[in-house]
């Protein structure tokens, strides 16, 4: 099944890839691997925001590190001139959870986008990575991630 298939299954639609917020690019590809830059914690309603350990549970964390993922999609999906299929795998996720510093449980807030990335992409989408605490984050925002991904 391809992977826009998987994800229109799962009832989810990529959006436009979100704008760079400064003086930077989304996303630089060298040779078939794609640097995505960090995409932050966005829902249908704004920025998910919020701090770990304070204000901000597991599983909302979780959820806010799925909307990552859904907009890192989103970044490969416009690398790959619209075509998510293009996609090979998931190569490894950088992720910053903004947490109190005694919560360290950031594995478990950054499974919601590794979680999401499998289920949708199965093996393509198993991957490296670290996931990271962060005295605060732009906006305020729960969770940032960033990637690297591997199309053709």
């Known amino acids: ?7 229109a ?3 989810v639609e990529l959006p436009n890839a979100p704008a760079p917020a400064a003086n930077y690019v989304p996303f ?3 040779g078939d691997l794609v640097y995505v830059s960090g995409q932050i914690s966005n829902g249908p309603d704004g920025f998910i925001t919020g701090k770990l350990g304070a204000d901000m549970d597991v599983a909302a964390g979780a959820a806010a590190a799925r909307t990552c993922a859904i907009s890192l999609l989103a970044q ?10 293009r996609l090979v795998r998931v190569v490894k996720l950088t992720a910053f959870v903004n947490s109190t510093v005694d919560f360290t449980e950031q594995p ?3 499974n919601g986008a590794s979680d999401f990335l499998v289920e949708a992409l199965g ?4 991957h490296s ?6 005295a605060s984050l732009p906006l305020g925002v ?3 991630i960033e990637g690297i991904f591997q199309i053709k």
Request: with cysteine; net charge positive.
């Open 123 to 126: 093996e393509a989408g198993r």
């Open 108 to 110: 478990k807030v950054v």
């Open 129 to 134: 990575r670290s996931a990271v605490s962060a």
């Open 9 to 11: 299954e799962m009832g």
């Open 28 to 30: 630089v590809q060298i």
């Open 142 to 144: 729960a969770v940032e």
């Open 76 to 85: 490969v999906k416009a690398a790959c001139d619209g075509n998510i299929d």
């Open 1 to 7: 099944m391809s992977f826009a298939k998987k994800l």
